[in-house]
């Protein structure tokens, strides 16, 4: 018997991993990557035993052939304001179909309180799924470290600088790379229902500690330029980012720059049996970003 497992955001910074580590395990598990838009999935297509099917969110209609005969979710919704709908819609349609498990990508520090806002819109589909009575494991990562890559690399390669209102703030960053091997256990393995994995890289890092080490991968010199925050929501609100998309990741860096973003845990190892990537790794696979 084969087991279907649908991927959302499949084109994604998570979603295009879980793809690609399912896609390489024995066994008769067969990958459906649901994709937003059909020409960013062509890589995926070339990967043994996926399949692509198109999905768009905010349009139910379109979700019943990605859903149907799916027996486990990755569920991945994106950084938007609505992602809570977005996210309540996919659960209804899982339990439509029947679908046993979901594994929700959600946020380190979902369940605090009061939290911020990114975790509180977290914790809110983690209820609804809670409630769905549908079994689920919930991983909650760090920052990504990929976000240096989406978010700085082009700064960095222009003027060999950073800027974030963090200051000497330390964060647990983590390698997508391994939040995705915590969720392929999850969807393969027996013994993840009802689990919430608080997943990080091995070590805290300041941003001053990351241009070092981008210095010392790179060959060229890399400085962290820690900015207020006024200047970061100006700098935003120019790139023209969404007002509640600014105030969100201010807050989220308020809280790193307090400290309260340093705590590292051993899920990755504990759960895949394989160290996490250092943040030297992950620069070093992907100089090439940043030169
Ligand atoms: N970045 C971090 O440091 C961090 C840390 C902890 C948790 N998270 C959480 O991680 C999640 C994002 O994961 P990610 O970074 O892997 O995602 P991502 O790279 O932002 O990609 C989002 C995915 O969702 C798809 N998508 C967007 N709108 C859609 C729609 N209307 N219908 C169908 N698909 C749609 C995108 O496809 P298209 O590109 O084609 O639109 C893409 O495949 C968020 O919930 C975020 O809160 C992020």
Redesign the pocket.
């Known amino acids: 018997m084969h087991t279907t497992i649908l991927v ?9 991993e879980v793809v690609k580590q399912l896609s390489m395990l024995d066994g008769d598990i067969r990958v459906r990557a ?4 059909i020409i ?1 999935g062509e890589n995926l297509k070339r990967l043994p035993g996926v399949e692509i099917v198109e ?5 139910p209609e379109s979700l019943h052939a990605a859903f149907t005969h799916a027996d486990k979710v990755f569920l ?5 304001d609505d ?1 809570i709908e ?1 996210a309540k819609t996919l659960v209804d349609e899982a339990k439509k179909a029947g679908v046993k498990h979901i594994v929700k ?4 520090g979902a369940h605090a309180e009061p939290g911020i806002q ?1 975790g509180r ?2 914790r809110e589909i983690e209820k609804y799924i809670e409630q769905s009575g549908i079994s689920y494991t919930f991983l ?5 470290m ?2 240096y890559i ?1 978010y700085n690399a082009a700064s960095i390669k222009s003027e060999g600088k950073f800027y974030q209102p963090i200051g000497e703030g330390k964060v647990s960053y983590v390698d ?1 790379r391994d939040i995705a091997a915590v969720g392929v256990e999850a969807l393969t393995s027996e013994g993840h229902e009802g689990k919430i994995y608080d997943i990080t890289g091995p070590e805290a890092l300041s941003n001053y500690e990351v241009a070092q080490l981008l210095s010392e991968v790179t060959g060229k010199q890399v400085e962290f330029v820690d900015v207020p925050e006024s200047d970061a929501k100006k700098a935003m609100t120019e790139q023209e980012t969404p007002e509640w998309m600014a105030d969100a990741l201010l807050e989220l860096y308020s809280v790193q720059k307090a400290g309260h973003s340093e705590k590292t845990t051993d899920t990755v190892a504990q759960v895949t049996g394989r160290k996490p990537h250092t943040m030297q790794q992950f620069l070093q696979d992907h100089k090439d970003c940043f030169i």
């Open positions: 959302t955001g499949a084109t994604g910074n998570v979603g295009r649901g994709v937003h838009s960013k999905m768009d969110f905010e349009d991945i919704t994106p950084f938007a992602q977005m990508l959600s946020a380190l990114l819109w977290h909650r990562p760090a920052s990504f990929q976000n989406n997508t």
